[in-house]
């Protein structure tokens, strides 16, 4: 696929008083790479990006992002006609398959959806076994890793079988969430329902009880969808490039999108939506004094970073961040909610930041997690539960990438090169023989 992709145009590497003439790549949108697939083998030499930062790693028709210009496209639609006009479940579709599904094609995998939403009974005694505070990705993670023993029919020919797994996965990770949840809190399990949508059956699943029925707001199924949706995927970041480094040794795809669920899990990733909530209780419950964290985000003796501004790749406004703020209102108010002191500290935060010199000459915007964790609040969701929320929202966009991964002609195992700058060869020292090092 990607030699299609090869333009006219060409570079030319002069190393070692040689010309290397490299081809180049543009993509549809006129992103342009250097092609040095053949780099090694014609000069000896590799190349080093730490951090991946200039680095593509495969060519996607998935999903189109530019960080300067703020545009985020899934399969060429904006992200925020998707975020207005969809339900989560559209979303996840045409995610997977490449197109908006028809009435009847959504109709369909909203059955397959219904269909698969039980797990299977014996799963259900793991959640006995964790301890009380085990941090709910950790549950997650574990849990979906060990589907692929009570569905191991998709081991022996994927391909084939993917439409069934990504339906099968899509309604399971939900259930799998819910119970964690329920557990965690000692509560009976609620069952999903056939007649309730996406959305409102997670929320059902979470929040319903024998002695008080959970009533479903639309407002709220609106705003989990628009979450969600704004989740989806976001090209080859973390834990989707760790989604495709594990299935590119040809793992299944339970496994595949349990160790992307762990890569999602790091405070610098999706684990950053807790982390704000936290940090803005801790300015709330500590006075207020929002500036003496701002003070200590630019103080470079100090580790301690704002959480919920930056990313690698937007040097602008995030387009997911704009489209949760107002959704942060409209959900407030929809809940009744006339005052939230978290809200107010985090309008007043994002108010300097953007006007101060250290974060403006470093490009460092509000990122998709400063306001989501306000919405999941004001829902009902623990805060140890946001980063299961991001990745129900961006489960959908793992398989995505999993699938073209797996059906691309050219496909190879990911392994990058190294510089080893290590200690030299030397002669081997037999124990009695060796000395302590000094520190
Ligand atoms: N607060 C204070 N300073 C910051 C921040 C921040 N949140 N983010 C970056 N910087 C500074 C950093 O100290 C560095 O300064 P200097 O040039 O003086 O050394 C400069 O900005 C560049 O930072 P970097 O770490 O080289 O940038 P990166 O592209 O490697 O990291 C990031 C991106 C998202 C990890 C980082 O901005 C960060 O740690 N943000 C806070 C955590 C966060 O909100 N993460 C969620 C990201 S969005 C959701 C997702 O992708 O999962």
């Not at 014996?122 to 574990?142: K, N, Q, R, T």
């Not at 700058?421 to 023989?433: L, Q, Y």
Request: aromatic share 10%.
């Amino acid at each position: 696929m990607i030699d299609d992709f090869i333009s006219d145009k060409k570079a030319e590497l002069i190393l070692d008083g040689k010309s290397y003439i490299l081809p180049i790549i543009e993509g549809t949108e006129g992103e342009k790479a250097i092609d040095i697939r053949s780099l090694r083998a014609k000069t000896g030499y590799v190349t080093i990006d730490s951090g991946y930062m200039n680095t593509g790693s495969c060519a996607s028709t998935i999903t189109f992002l530019d960080g300067e210009q703020s545009i985020l496209n899934y399969r060429g639609y904006d992200i925020a006609e998707l975020a207005e006009n969809c339900s989560f479940v559209e979303v996840a579709y045409l995610l997977v398959h490449g197109s908006l599904p028809t009435q009847a094609q959504l109709s369909e995998f909203s059955r397959l959806l219904g269909g698969f939403a039980l797990i299977h009974e014996d799963m259900i005694h793991f959640f006995d076994h964790f301890p009380p505070y085990a941090p709910p990705m950790s549950i997650l993670s574990s849990m979906v890793n060990s589907l692929c023993n009570f569905y191991p029919e998709m081991n022996d020919n994927p391909g084939e079988n993917i439409d069934m797994m990504a339906a099968r996965l899509i309604s399971k990770i939900r259930t799998i969430a819910a119970f964690s949840y329920k557990k965690s809190m000692g509560q009976p399990l609620v069952y999903p329902r056939h007649d309730y949508s996406y959305c409102a059956n997670f929320l059902n699943m979470m929040f319903h009880s024998p002695v008080k029925p959970y009533m479903v707001s639309d407002a709220v199924v609106a705003a989990l969808n628009k979450l969600l949706i704004l989740h989806a995927d976001h090209e080859q970041n973390c834990s989707t490039s760790t989604v495709r480094l594990v299935g590119s040794a040809r793992v299944n795809l339970y496994a595949s999108i349990s160790a992307g669920i762990n890569a999602l899990w790091g405070p610098l990733h999706g684990g950053a939506n807790q982390a704000v909530i936290e940090m803005l209780e801790e300015i709330f419950e500590s006075g207020g004094d929002y500036m003496k964290y701002i003070e200590r985000a630019k103080d470079p003796k100090d580790s301690f970073r704002l959480v919920g501004f930056g990313h690698r790749v937007y040097k602008s406004h995030d387009p997911r961040s704009r489209i949760i703020k107002n959704a942060c209102d409209q959900v407030l108010a929809s809940l009744g909610i006339t005052s939230d002191p978290l809200l107010d500290i985090a309008r007043e935060i994002e108010e300097v930041v953007l006007k101060d010199d250290y974060f403006v000459s470093r490009n460092l915007y509000p990122n998709v997690d400063f306001y989501s964790g306000i919405i999941y609040r004001a829902i009902g969701i623990p805060s140890n539960m946001f980063t299961v929320m991001f990745a129900l929202g961006r489960l959908p966009g793992w398989i995505a990438h999993w699938k073209e991964m797996w059906d691309d002609p050219n496909w190879r195992i990911g392994r990058p090169r190294q510089i080893y700058t290590g200690p030299k060869r030397r002669p081997f020292v037999p124990i009695s023989e060796r000395k302590e090092f000094a520190v």
